[in-house]
C-alpha cells in the first residue's frame, strides 16, 4: 500500500510519499502561491503514484467539523487567494482515495508522537514559534479536536510590567501570538531574531511568556511531553528561560517530571514532524474503514 501526506504550510507545501510502517519513499516541497497552481503541482507530483489514502495537515483556520457545508475548508486565512478553498473535495476530486484533514500542528503532534520525541507516549503537546505561534496536542493517542480545532497560539498571557509592544495579532493585538512570535519578537526589538541572539533580555522575555502559555496547557492537558520547535525555537537559550519561570509560576502546585529537560523538548524529527505526522493520518484513514 501507498500513502501519501501533505504538510501544507503558509508559505510551502511538503508533499510525501510513503509505506505502511512510515517509511518516506519521495518527498518534494511545492511553494504556497494561488491554490490551482499549488494545487496542480500537487497532482502532479501524486499522481505517479497509486495512493491508497491522503493525510492532510494544512494551515488555518479550517472547517474539520463532518457535519458541516464547508467541511475540508480552508476558512479565514488572511491569505485572500486560499479564503473558502475546498481543500478535501478538491483533493477528493483528484485522487478519489479517502482523505484525513486536520492542522499542520495536529499532523505535527501526532508524528512527534508516533515516531518522534514522544514515541512510546499516549499523549503529547507541540507547538511552533515561528511566523506564527500555532499548537497541536494527542491525548490518549487522539488529535485533540472539538467544535472546532484548538488556537491555542492565541491565548491570552500577563504582560511583563516592563513590556510596552503593544502586540501584532490582527485579531486580538496582545495575544501570546501576538507579542511572541517572530515577528513581534522583530518589532519589539527592532531586529529580526536571529540576529538577536547574544541579546539575553530578548530570550529572557520570550522565556517569561512561553512559560505561562505552558502553565496553561499543563493545567489543562498535563501533557506526557512537550515539544517546542519553529524558527525562533532555534535559540536553545530560550529553554532555560522557560525551565526558570515555568518552575516560578507553578510553585510546585503540580508534579511535573524531576528533569525539566527531559519534559520540555526540541522536536525529535526535527523539521519532518508535520509531514510524517500527515502520513500517519493517511494510514490512520484506511485503518478506520477496515
Ligand atoms: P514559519 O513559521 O513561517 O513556518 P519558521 O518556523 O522558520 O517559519 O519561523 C519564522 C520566524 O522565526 C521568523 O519570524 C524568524 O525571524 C524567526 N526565526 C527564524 N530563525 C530564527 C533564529 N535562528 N533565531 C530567532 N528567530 C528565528
Ligand atoms: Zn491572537
Redesign the pocket.
Known amino acids: 500500500m501507498l500513502f501519501g501526506g501533505i504538510e501544507a504550510?503558509?508559505?510551502?507545501f511538503v508533499c510525501a510519499v510513503g509505506d505502511r510502517d512510515g517509511n518516506i519513499m519521495e518527498r518534494i516541497q511545492i511553494p504556497t502561491t494561488k491554490p490551482t497552481e499549488t494545487i496542480g503541482k500537487v497532482h502532479d507530483f501524486f499522481k505517479e503514484f497509486k495512493l491508497n489514502a491522503i493525510g492532510l495537515g494544512s494551515f488555518g483556520p479550517i472547517d474539520i467539523n463532518p457535519l458541516s457545508d464547508t467541511y475540508g475548508y480552508i476558512t479565514s486565512t488572511p491569505k485572500q487567494e486560499w479564503r473558502n478553498f475546498p481543500f478535501v473535495n478538491t483533493l477528493k476530486e483528484l485522487f478519489q482515495v479517502p482523505i484525513r484533514f486536520t492542522t499542520d500542528v495536529n499532523a505535527a503532534a501526532l508524528g512527534e508522537s508516533i515516531v518522534g520525541a514522544a514515541k512510546g507516549l499516549d499523549s503529547c503537546f507541540y507547538m511552533?514559534?515561528?511566523?506564527?505561534i500555532?499548537a497541536g496536542a494527542v491525548v490518549q493517542g487522539k488529535i485533540l479536536e472539538g467544535v472546532t480545532h484548538p488556537e491555542m497560539g492565541h491565548i491570552l498571557v500577563r504582560r511583563h510590567p516592563e513590556d510596552h509592544f503593544k502586540g501584532n495579532c490582527l485579531y486580538h493585538s496582545d495575544c501570546f501570538e501576538g507579542i511572541a512570535?517572530?515577528?513581534a519578537?522583530?518589532a519589539r526589538w527592532g531586529e529580526?531574531?536571529?540576529?538577536?541572539?547574544e541579546n539575553e533580555e530578548v530570550w529572557k522575555l520570550e522565556g517569561y511568556y512561553i512559560a505561562q502559555a505552558l502553565m496553561n496547557y499543563i493545567l489543562i492537558l498535563s501533557p506526557k511531553k512537550i515539544i517546542l520547535?519553529?524558527?525562533?525555537?532555534?535559540?536553545k537559550q530560550i529553554f532555560t528561560h522557560v525551565h526558570f519561570y515555568l518552575n516560578q509560576l507553578l510553585n510546585d502546585y503540580v508534579s511535573l517530571p524531576e528533569i525539566l529537560e527531559n519534559y520540555i523538548v526540541s522536536p525529535g524529527l526535527n523539521d519532518r514532524s508535520g509531514i510524517v505526522g500527515s502520513l500517519i493520518l493517511a494510514i490512520q484513514a484506511i485503518e478506520e474503514i477496515k
Open positions: 504550510g503558509g508559505t510551502k511552533t514559534i515561528g511566523t506564527g500555532g512570535a517572530g515577528p519578537i522583530e529580526k531574531g536571529n540576529k538577536l541572539a520547535g519553529g524558527g525562533v525555537m532555534n535559540q
